[in-house]
């Protein structure tokens, strides 16, 4: 059998499977463009995901949810590069790691952004505790919006909605994609994991 056939035996499958999802009103389409999405930047994910001790996947997933691996991604409140790392932040970072001649622009440079937003993330990590849930709340919403939600009565895992819609959103998102990379050892959609990707796109 042919590659082109098969090629187009699984646009096929596809296209029914994303028919069964509109009809079904399962249809995600954030879902199915991260299934499919390839994860880029793995050699740089690896090496600062070691240096600072954090999960592969985890790190991979941050990076997919902030900018989906587009290392020119710039958010309209002014975050930029892969890990949408905020100005102020990305200073108060390079401070922090001795970079005496740091500009805005090197926020373009995909290992200079993961190692920055690694690290970040790590020391958020640290400072709450190593609490997974508020540390990604962390990551989106700024340290000190989380305690004031904490206080206000957040329980700080995932069971429990955050007041802030986007926040709540972007930690599910995260915990998701981390799974899903997890389950698919950083590869993209194949035949062999059909399962996991009608699991995913109909919770």
Do not use: C
Not at 23 to 39: A, H, Q, Y
Not at 73 to 100: H, N, R
């Amino acid at each position: 059998m042919s590659t082109e056939y098969i090629n187009k035996g699984i646009i096929l499958l596809l296209l029914t499977v994303l028919l069964f999802l509109v009809v079904s009103n399962n249809f995600d389409l954030w879902i199915i463009r991260r299934n499919i999405e390839p994860v880029k930047y793995q050699k740089e994910i690896n090496k600062y995901a070691k240096e600072f001790s954090l999960e592969t996947e985890l790190l991979a997933a941050l990076i997919y949810v902030e900018s989906r691996f587009d290392k020119y991604s710039e958010s309209a409140k002014g975050a930029v590069g892969l890990m949408q790392l905020m100005p102020s932040t990305a200073f108060w970072i390079a401070e922090q790691l001795e970079y005496d001649k740091f500009n805005l622009e090197d926020l373009n440079d995909p290992e200079l952004n993961i190692k920055f937003g690694s690290w970040y993330f790590a020391y958020l990590y640290q400072k709450f505790d190593n609490n997974l849930i508020k540390t990604i709340a962390a990551y989106n919403a700024g340290e000190s919006n989380v305690r004031n939600w904490i206080d206000d009565g957040w329980k700080g895992n995932i069971e429990h909605k955050l007041p802030f819609d986007e926040t709540d959103n972007f930690v599910r998102r995260v915990i998701s994609t981390r799974n899903y990379y997890r389950e698919n050892n950083l590869k993209i959609f194949s035949l062999s994991n059909l399962n996991l990707f009608l699991s995913q796109v109909s919770e």
